[in-house]
């Protein structure tokens, strides 16, 4: 039973006018059709059940459960921004069936804004009134309208299948990681993990030997080859010197004369001597000494009687020598503007970082000796042409050149002089050339003594553990491209063996400390209990699998699709695609069971909106432009109401239902009588226009 009153106030501006609802509406059943002229107060009746019921708060949560021009009469209503409160009313509803009686009262007076509601005498509010009921206010619409509300409901359903299905992925998602802290679990992984380092601290260990050994084998080798080469420099120093001491020994002079040209010559052979040695050193460091023409210059120089060309030739061969090494230093600076040299520099720069990057080739015995003399070559052609290098190296080579050029001149100026001191005879001015390079050479000769001493306590240790001559054969035989270096090339090679024998310890021993840490953490895992449901980690990650492929099928693949059917895209991308829209009109067509067509009511099979045809079970096909506004409405109705919740009492409002005759309206009243009767129905109200006012009740 609804008991009714209300008065709704209106200011037309020049007056308040009061309507105060009719006396046949104070009392009637909860399931009714009223049909009446339009002063009679039916929707004012309708607005004030929708506000009592939370209306405007069940149209934020679900604009499609209010109908969007009847949602701004119910602001209108109560619009807190109207100078004075326009609507009074008091609304009481009382459902009994099945022995159970509920109550729901709702007042509301003129002096104040604000709706009391009470459900069985309690007060109530939206979040509690929910929970239990809903509400539906609504214009019926046409049938194809409503189908495309069912579209958009099932892709919110289906949203809010896809948002529990991820929750629980979630949920399980966390279980499972927690199943990562399983002992049992750990110590699979860790004790494979431990395998693999062990396996790479075996061959650290095994690489970090043949690194040290044979580093150790070429540190020996290094302290033979520089007592070598001072031996041999002595043997050949030697009978220089000697040489030199016995023309000294022959020359009549008087040790006592003293004059200015006699110190420039001295000062010139002294460092004649020192020039020729320097300009040596930097034509070997640059790699060019082997080539023909410098070698033959070389030759040339270490030939020359120096002292007869300064003071009988005026220095002319020995200028001639520098010259042509200075004239072939340029020849190869002019290469390096070459391009195709330039393209070679930086092929060979890159193949050349290529192959230090892969230290595990040059380290193997089968390939890398041959590989170390490749970069060794390369290394020299680099050395001779990359601009960096060549411009370092030459550099110093000109500025040796010009010394020598230099000191030429001063020792034929001295030699010119002669003539001019009186002091110095030309027996003098030769012995003073050969004094200056008897005290070079006898420099030298010592400091080689020195270092032959130094370099044989090392020699005797050597002697002690090993026959000498046989390690030369076998570091040849076991480092053929060590062994072929020169002095400086060795030193260079040993550093970088140092350097990869000094890593190589390094990661030895940060594997083996890694190594006892995990044998640690595995040791202490044994002692730890396996967590919950770690016997069914294979059936929850077999679970999760499936959960991600829904999740990604409502969260993306579907959607696609349901974009796909609101389009009316009549293909279809893949049988996934088909599927999908045969089990959603499916769906849609249980919200409709039934149609009434051409006054004949049938049961529906499918409905397609694709296609815009309902099929029915006896076999018929019927296209949505053949039916009526009212059967289309009734169509519609049925839709909405056989949509309802039933674990909810629900409250269904419908207006501006005129269009539909008595043979469109007498499902839906026959529907919603039997949803009062399997409490499903908490109030149904159906609203129409008419010239007399007539209220049924459908529970009778």
């Given at each position: 039973m609804i008991k009714y009153k209300s008065t709704l106030l209106e200011d037309d501006t020049k007056?308040?006018?009061?309507?105060?609802?009719?006396?046949?509406?104070?009392?009637?059943?909860?399931?009714?059709?009223?049909?009446?002229?339009?002063?009679?107060?039916?929707?004012?009746?309708?607005?004030?059940?929708?506000?009592?019921?939370?209306?405007?708060?069940?149209?934020?949560?679900?604009?499609?459960?209010?109908?969007?021009?009847l949602k701004k009469k119910l602001d209108w209503l109560l619009d807190p921004e109207d100078k004075f409160s326009k609507l009074e009313y008091?609304?009481?509803?009382?459902?009994?069936?099945?022995?159970?009686?509920?109550?729901?009262?709702?007042?509301?007076?003129?002096?104040?804004?604000?709706?009391?509601?009470?459900?069985?005498?309690?007060?109530?509010?939206?979040?509690?009134?929910?929970?239990?009921?809903?509400?539906?206010?609504?214009?019926?619409?046409?049938?194809t309208k409503r189908l495309e509300e069912l579209l958009v409901e099932s892709e919110v359903k289906l949203n809010d299948i896809h948002n529990i299905v991820d929750n629980f992925n979630n949920y399980l998602s966390e279980i499972d990681e927690s199943l990562n802290t399983d002992p049992e679990e750990q110590l699979k992984v860790l004790n494979e993990e431990l395998r693999c380092l062990k396996e790479s601290r075996e061959t650290s260990r095994i690489q970090y030997g043949g690194l040290n050994q044979k580093l150790n084998s070429l540190k020996n080798y290094q302290v033979i080859r520089d007592y070598d080469s001072i031996i041999n420099n002595l043997k050949g120093n030697e009978p220089k010197l000697k040489q030199i001491k016995s023309k000294l020994d022959s020359l009549k002079r008087s040790k006592e004369t003293t004059s200015r040209s006699k110190s420039i010559i001295r000062d010139f052979y002294g460092n004649a001597e020192d020039y020729d040695d320097e300009l040596l050193t930097l034509l070997d460091d640059l790699g060019i000494d082997g080539d023909k023409k410098i070698k033959d210059q070389i030759g040339e120089l270490n030939d020359l009687d120096k002292p007869n060309d300064i003071k009988n030739?005026?220095?002319?061969?020995?200028?001639?020598?520098?010259?042509?090494?200075?004239?072939?230093?340029?020849?190869?600076?002019?290469?390096?503007?070459?391009?195709?040299?330039?393209?070679?520099?930086?092929?060979?720069?890159?193949?050349?970082?290529?192959?230090k990057d892969r230290p595990e080739i040059i380290d193997t015995?089968?390939?890398?000796?041959?590989?170390?003399?490749?970069?060794?070559?390369?290394?020299?052609?680099?050395?001779?042409?990359?601009d960096s290098e060549f411009q370092a190296n030459f550099d110093n080579i000109f500025t040796s050149i010009e010394k020598i050029e230099n000191n030429i001149s001063n020792g034929v100026a001295a030699y010119s002089n002669l003539s001019e001191d009186d002091n110095l005879s030309d027996e003098d001015?030769?012995?003073?050339?050969?004094?200056?390079?008897?005290?070079?050479?006898?420099?030298?000769?010592?400091?080689?003594?020195?270092?032959?001493?130094?370099?044989r306590v090392n020699i005797d240790k050597l002697k002690e553990v090993q026959d000498l001559d046989s390690f030369k054969t076998a570091i040849r035989g076991n480092y053929p491209d060590a062994a072929k270096l020169s002095n400086d090339e060795f030193v260079d090679n040993l550093k970088s063996l140092e350097s990869k024998t000094r890593n190589?310890?390094?990661?030895?021993?940060?594997?083996?400390?890694?190594?006892?840490?995990?044998?640690?953490?595995?040791?202490?895992?044994?002692?730890?209990?396996?967590?919950?449901?770690?016997?069914?980690?294979?059936?929850?990650?077999t679970l999760l699998n499936e959960l991600n492929s829904i999740i990604f099928n409502t969260g993306n693949q579907f959607k696609a699709y349901f974009k796909s059917i609101t389009s009316s895209k009549s293909a279809v991308e893949n049988d996934t695609e088909e599927k999908f829209r045969k089990s959603l009109f499916r769906y849609i067509s249980t919200k409709t069971p039934t149609i009434n067509h051409a006054g004949n009511d049938y049961e529906v099979e499918l409905i397609d909106p694709i296609k815009k045809t309902i099929a029915t079970k006896d076999g018929r096909t019927i296209p949505f432009q053949s039916f009526g506004t009212g059967k289309s409405q009734s169509a519609s109705l049925l839709n909405r109401i056989n949509s309802l919740d039933p674990s909810k009492k629900n409250i269904v409002l419908f207006d501006e239902i005129a269009h539909?005759?008595?043979?469109?309206?007498?499902?839906?009243?026959?529907?919603?009588?039997?949803?009062?009767?399997?409490?499903?129905?908490?109030?149904?109200?159906?609203v129409q226009k008419g010239s007399k006012v007539k209220i049924e009740s459908l529970l009778t």
């Amino acid at each position: 039973m609804i008991k009714y009153k209300s008065t709704l106030l209106e200011d037309d501006t020049k007056n308040i006018n009061e309507f105060v609802s009719d006396d046949e509406l104070n009392n009637i059943d909860n399931v009714v059709a009223i049909e009446g002229p339009n002063d009679f107060g039916k929707s004012i009746l309708l607005h004030c059940i929708a506000v009592s019921a939370y209306g405007l708060d069940f149209f934020k949560e679900d604009p499609k459960k209010i109908n969007e021009e009847l949602k701004k009469k119910l602001d209108w209503l109560l619009d807190p921004e109207d100078k004075f409160s326009k609507l009074e009313y008091n609304l009481d509803i009382t459902y009994d069936r099945g022995g159970s009686e509920i109550k729901f009262t709702s007042n509301k007076s003129l002096d104040k804004r604000e709706i009391d509601r009470k459900l069985n005498d309690n007060y109530t509010t939206f979040n509690n009134f929910k929970k239990d009921f809903n509400l539906i206010y609504d214009i019926p619409s046409n049938p194809t309208k409503r189908l495309e509300e069912l579209l958009v409901e099932s892709e919110v359903k289906l949203n809010d299948i896809h948002n529990i299905v991820d929750n629980f992925n979630n949920y399980l998602s966390e279980i499972d990681e927690s199943l990562n802290t399983d002992p049992e679990e750990q110590l699979k992984v860790l004790n494979e993990e431990l395998r693999c380092l062990k396996e790479s601290r075996e061959t650290s260990r095994i690489q970090y030997g043949g690194l040290n050994q044979k580093l150790n084998s070429l540190k020996n080798y290094q302290v033979i080859r520089d007592y070598d080469s001072i031996i041999n420099n002595l043997k050949g120093n030697e009978p220089k010197l000697k040489q030199i001491k016995s023309k000294l020994d022959s020359l009549k002079r008087s040790k006592e004369t003293t004059s200015r040209s006699k110190s420039i010559i001295r000062d010139f052979y002294g460092n004649a001597e020192d020039y020729d040695d320097e300009l040596l050193t930097l034509l070997d460091d640059l790699g060019i000494d082997g080539d023909k023409k410098i070698k033959d210059q070389i030759g040339e120089l270490n030939d020359l009687d120096k002292p007869n060309d300064i003071k009988n030739n005026e220095g002319k061969k020995y200028l001639n020598i520098v010259h042509e090494i200075k004239m072939y230093c340029n020849e190869l600076k002019r290469d390096v503007v070459d391009q195709t040299v330039n393209e070679n520099i930086k092929f060979l720069q890159a193949l050349k970082d290529a192959i230090k990057d892969r230290p595990e080739i040059i380290d193997t015995d089968d390939i890398g000796p041959d590989i170390q003399n490749f970069l060794s070559t390369i290394d020299k052609y680099l050395k001779k042409h990359a601009d960096s290098e060549f411009q370092a190296n030459f550099d110093n080579i000109f500025t040796s050149i010009e010394k020598i050029e230099n000191n030429i001149s001063n020792g034929v100026a001295a030699y010119s002089n002669l003539s001019e001191d009186d002091n110095l005879s030309d027996e003098d001015s030769n012995y003073e050339a050969l004094r200056a390079q008897y005290d070079h050479l006898n420099a030298k000769i010592k400091d080689l003594k020195a270092k032959e001493k130094t370099s044989r306590v090392n020699i005797d240790k050597l002697k002690e553990v090993q026959d000498l001559d046989s390690f030369k054969t076998a570091i040849r035989g076991n480092y053929p491209d060590a062994a072929k270096l020169s002095n400086d090339e060795f030193v260079d090679n040993l550093k970088s063996l140092e350097s990869k024998t000094r890593n190589e310890r390094q990661n030895f021993n940060g594997l083996n400390m890694t190594v006892e840490g995990k044998e640690k953490i595995i040791e202490k895992l044994k002692t730890e209990k396996r967590p919950q449901y770690s016997s069914e980690r294979e059936s929850i990650e077999t679970l999760l699998n499936e959960l991600n492929s829904i999740i990604f099928n409502t969260g993306n693949q579907f959607k696609a699709y349901f974009k796909s059917i609101t389009s009316s895209k009549s293909a279809v991308e893949n049988d996934t695609e088909e599927k999908f829209r045969k089990s959603l009109f499916r769906y849609i067509s249980t919200k409709t069971p039934t149609i009434n067509h051409a006054g004949n009511d049938y049961e529906v099979e499918l409905i397609d909106p694709i296609k815009k045809t309902i099929a029915t079970k006896d076999g018929r096909t019927i296209p949505f432009q053949s039916f009526g506004t009212g059967k289309s409405q009734s169509a519609s109705l049925l839709n909405r109401i056989n949509s309802l919740d039933p674990s909810k009492k629900n409250i269904v409002l419908f207006d501006e239902i005129a269009h539909m005759d008595d043979e469109s309206l007498k499902p839906i009243k026959t529907r919603l009588k039997e949803l009062y009767e399997e409490g499903t129905l908490f109030v149904g109200i159906l609203v129409q226009k008419g010239s007399k006012v007539k209220i049924e009740s459908l529970l009778t």
